[in-house]
């Protein structure tokens, strides 16, 4: 069974730094590409970055590039989001995806996302 | 740029059918899309993938009361025999090389 476990909860003040995690299990973790989403309260889903755990390929969205980093560590499985200095803003929930692969003569191809995350909720204030 | 556009919202009746759409923009009638549900205060889950030609695949565990289709650029989920539990957000979403994509959602309410 494919699962993605995140951490939990975080509460946090302006300007500390933050890495939370998210564990896959039940496939192999290295040949499909994880992402992470914010959800601002009362809003919709937005793409942060993806990784590609096998290489660390890594492609940020233009929004977020440079806000925070995204890394894993193919050797446990998991995959990260960090940010160095967080704002009020970042306050959110954040989910991990992974994006499915399909296979058509002979080659394979990145696809739509197929299980989530739980989800972390991040909450900064003073 | 790829972009996606959902209906910020859509009810029907106990029992009833509706249809959510979810557009391509110019340029990318081509594109498969999936669909995501997402009850309130619980996290996104995948229903159904769809392709430009119609076919498509679901999830685990996805009742057959979900269905999606194709047109042009529009990409629909219709839910049948609506239940209680399937009022929720429903979000559209695709990919290219290196990104992905989501629409800003629609919002079912089941009345």
């Known amino acids: 069974e494919v699962q993605l476990v995140q951490s939990g909860a975080e509460v946090k003040k302006p300007g500390e730094s933050l890495k939370i995690s998210c564990k896959g299990s039940?496939?192999?973790?290295?040949?499909?590409?994880i992402g992470w989403v914010r959800q601002m309260p009362g809003k919709g889903l937005e793409s942060m970055g993806i990784?590609?755990?096998?290489?660390?390929?890594?492609r940020y969205s233009p929004s977020f590039q440079g806000q925070v980093t995204i890394s894993a560590d193919k050797s446990i499985s998991t995959a990260y989001l960090q940010w160095s200095s967080l704002k009020a803003s970042d306050t959110a929930m954040y989910y991990c995806a992974r994006q499915s692969v399909y296979c058509s003569g002979g080659s394979c191809y990145s696809a739509h996302i197929d299980y989530w995350g739980q989800g972390t909720l991040v909450t900064v204030s003073s | 740029q790829l972009v996606l556009t959902q209906s910020p919202s859509a009810s029907a009746s106990l029992g009833a059918s509706v249809r959510l759409t979810c557009t391509l923009n110019s340029g990318h009638s081509s594109y498969a899309i999936a669909w995501h549900q997402q009850q309130p205060e619980k996290g996104p889950r995948y229903l159904m993938k769809?392709?430009?030609?119609?076919?498509?695949s679901k999830g685990d565990g996805i009742p057959d009361r979900f269905s999606v289709s194709s047109s042009g650029a529009e990409r629909y989920l219709t839910i049948s025999s609506l239940q209680s539990d399937d009022e929720a957000d429903y979000y559209c979403q695709t990919w290219d090389t290196g990104i992905w994509v989501f629409g800003g959602g629609t919002k079912l309410t089941v009345l």
């Open positions: 039940g496939y192999s973790f290295t040949t499909y590409w």
């Open positions: 769809l392709n430009s030609d119609g076919s498509h």
């Open positions: 990784i590609y755990p096998g290489d660390s390929d890594t």
